[in-house]
């Protein structure tokens, strides 16, 4: 079982920068993919950014890419998400989702383990 705690939502103006953490209460942090999802209102959570357990390897929803960076410290067992260029589309209740999967698979779905999320508001 792996608990997942997220933190530093907020509210940020278009254009600004937000970083989100996600704190894994694992050993094995490494052999976990990280997922970064977000639920605007009146829509279906979508993927927004997954990450290997190694780090090595990273995947972008298209109207993220080139705005966010995900990534991980396994040392630190926390993941990150670092918004740039935030737009008002982009306010959602955003999750980290956790999936032992080893150290190279990065998905876009079939996390086993969820954080609460936390809300994200981009003000125009």
């Known amino acids: 079982q792996v608990q997942l705690a997220v933190f530093w939502g907020g509210l940020v103006q278009a254009g600004g920068s937000l970083r989100l953490f996600c704190a894994a209460s694992t050993l094995s942090f490494s052999s976990y993919a990280m997922g970064w999802f977000r639920q605007a209102p009146g829509k279906e959570r979508e993927f927004v950014a997954g990450i290997s357990g190694s780090g090595y390897r990273t995947d972008y929803a298209d109207s993220v890419k080139g705005r966010f960076t995900i990534s991980r410290d396994n040392f630190k067992n926390t993941a990150y998400l670092q918004m740039n260029s935030v737009k008002p589309e982009d306010t959602a209740i955003y999750y980290c989702?956790?999936?032992?999967?080893?150290?190279?698979?990065?998905?876009?779905?079939?996390?086993?383990?969820w954080g609460p999320g936390t809300q994200v508001t981009v003000s125009s």
């Open positions: 989702a956790a999936d032992l999967s080893g150290s190279w698979d990065v998905k876009r779905n079939g996390y086993n383990y």
